[in-house]
């Protein structure tokens, strides 16, 4: 597009990768760990820097896992697909 390429550190690539599944799911994940915090702690994750910063670091892993476990390998059997 602007005739130049940009190179990113791995870990900057894979978040941007992942970026789209992070959206995604970012609620669902959200509740998730809300709800284990809250079983766990039995205080709002949300009451603290610090638990606010865990939940966040929680769901952008628990997105690029999903990420690497599920959105990749469907994209390579996908282009398998459309090859043939």
Known sequence: MLGF???LPAPLLLLAEASYVIYLTHLLLISVVLRVF???TGASP???FWMTSVVFVAVVAAGCL???WLE????RQQK???AT
């Open 72 to 75: 990749r390998p469907f994209q």
């Open 5 to 7: 390429a940009i190179s």
């Open 38 to 40: 809250g079983k766990m």
């Open 66 to 68: 999903i990420h690497l």
């Open 46 to 48: 949300f009451g603290s």
């Open 80 to 82: 398998k697909w459309l």
